[in-house]
T-cell receptor, first 114, second 114 residues
């Protein structure tokens, strides 16, 4: 069975601090994709990144970076120099080859305090 | 343009009403999705349309009736809903239903059933 665990339910940090959101996944499939989505208070889910199971290269996009480690089944997300606009719920998600469903984690609610 | 639009933004309806939610995308995507999201929970898949045909129905009650009139448009017809159906209804689209395609979400319709 497939599963995504985001153990941090809620995190609060002061603006300009760095923050890492954890994501651990479970699957027996060898081919899969991992995703991160951001959901601000407005409600829309915003796609942030996609990573396939054969590409363990870490990625950086501006203040955002992602660390994919197959050995620990983790796909963690770091925001550097956080800003108030980063306040949102962040979902990690998994998609496997035989399924059309995205399996979402329960989400981490991030509060960036001014 | 990675925009998925949804109307209305908010909807309040009684249990005997019939209403429809509308979703539109002009990205040429061939897969469209309906999700239901309760407060503080991740989105749950309801329906998947692929090339205008219903490909997945996640055992959704018949009081929810999806329709895909063309490749750009997706409707969700609502009839005889229950108060527990109150939720954020998200539409999404992707280039295709394949594993690697990220889904782009609309802003959602916040539905309240009284």
């Amino acid at each position: 069975a497939q599963k995504v665990t985001q153990a941090q339910t809620e995190i609060s940090v002061v603006e300009k601090e760095d923050v890492t959101l954890d994501c651990v996944y479970e699957t027996r499939d060898t081919t899969y994709y991992l995703f991160w989505y951001k959901q601000p208070p407005s409600g829309e889910l915003v796609f942030l990144i996609r990573r396939n199971s054969f590409d363990e290269q870490n990625e950086i996009s501006g203040r955002y970076s992602w660390n994919f480690q197959k050995s620990t089944s983790s796909f963690n997300f770091t925001i550097t120099a956080s800003q108030v606009v980063d306040s949102a719920v962040y979902f990690c998600a998994l998609r496997v080859n035989r399924d059309d469903k995205i399996i979402f984690g329960k989400g981490t609610r991030l509060h960036i305090l001014p | 343009d990675t925009e998925v639009t949804q109307t209305p933004k908010h909807l309040v309806m009684g249990m005997t009403n019939k209403k429809s939610l509308k979703c539109e995308q002009h990205m040429g995507h061939r897969a469209m999705y309906w999700y239901k999201q309760k407060a503080k929970k991740p989105p749950e898949l309801m329906f998947v349309y692929s090339y205008e045909k219903l490909s997945i129905n996640e055992s959704v009650p018949s009081r929810f009736s999806p329709e895909c009139p063309n490749s750009s448009l997706l409707n969700l017809h609502l009839h005889a809903l229950q108060p527990e159906d109150s939720a954020l209804y998200l539409c999404a689209s992707s280039q295709d239903t394949g594993l690697s395609y990220e889904q782009y979400f609309g802003p959602g319709t916040r539905l309240t059933v009284t």
